[in-house]
């Protein structure tokens, strides 16, 4: 098992409706959690960070945390087809600063 | 506002060849961690420095090396270069080894043929 796994791809959603990525971790002692971005062939975007259950909302971007489930998702409201990439989830355990990478999951947004 | 600087961009080596990768952290970033993605696949964690001491580990194999310098910029040394090596390298920096925030520079894409 994988320690960071998210929800497998592609996820093609309608340009102005709300993209739904999800993300679970093995690790419950893991603190931080942080959603990246990637455009094909350019490096991963930071694009929000979570430490705390609930919910963080950034303009369109939403995070949600449940530790006790460990899970942790990413709400892109209004999608655009520029959020058309590939979303990364990662965690941050107790070991000094790394990150630990999910697979990925991949986002079409149709116009 | 400064990023993080990797060069080369791009780089070709033969078999058995070795490579050199240089990282330049954005600066008062004491903090850099290298990756290896390979393609279609997540980042996989290499190695990282905090404030020029190695902090942590990952799946780096033995033929590469690394180090952070006194003015903190980082170097990636790869010997006996496979192809299985090929994957794009991303190098990030951070302000403070727990700090929230990685900023990952353009990366290298390295070539093994």
């Known amino acids: 098992q994988k320690e960071v796994e998210q929800n497998s791809g592609p996820l093609s959603v309608p340009e102005g409706a709300i993209a739904s990525l999800n993300c679970t971790y093995s690790d419950r002692g893991s603190q931080s959690f942080f959603w990246y971005r990637q455009y094909s062939g350019k490096s991963p975007e930071l694009i929000m960070f979570?430490?705390?259950?609930g919910d963080k909302e950034d303009g369109r971007f939403t995070a949600q945390l449940n530790k006790a489930s460990q899970y942790v998702s990413l709400l892109i409201r209004d999608s655009q087809p520029s959020d058309s990439a590939t979303y990364l989830c990662a965690v941050k355990g107790t070991n000094a600063g790394k990150s630990t990478f999910g697979d990925g999951t991949t986002l079409t947004v149709k116009p | 506002a400064a990023g993080v600087i990797q060069s080369p961009r791009h780089l070709i080596k033969e078999k058995r060849e070795t490579a050199t990768l240089k990282c330049y952290p954005i600066?008062?970033?004491?903090?850099v961690y290298w990756y290896q993605q390979g393609p279609g696949q997540d980042p996989q964690f290499l190695i990282s420095?905090?404030?020029?001491?190695?902090?942590d580990k990952g799946s780096i194999p033995d033929r590469f090396s690394a180090q952070q310098f006194s003015d903190y910029h980082s170097e990636l040394n790869m010997s006996s270069l496979e192809l299985g090596d090929s994957a794009l390298y991303f190098c990030?920096?951070?302000?403070?080894?727990?700090?929230?925030?990685?900023?990952f520079g353009p990366g290298t894409r390295l070539t093994v043929t």
């Open positions: 990030a920096s951070s302000p403070g080894r727990s700090s929230y925030e990685q900023y």
């Open positions: 420095f905090y404030e020029k001491m190695q902090s």
């Open positions: 600066p008062r970033h004491d903090t």
């Open positions: 979570i430490y705390s259950n």
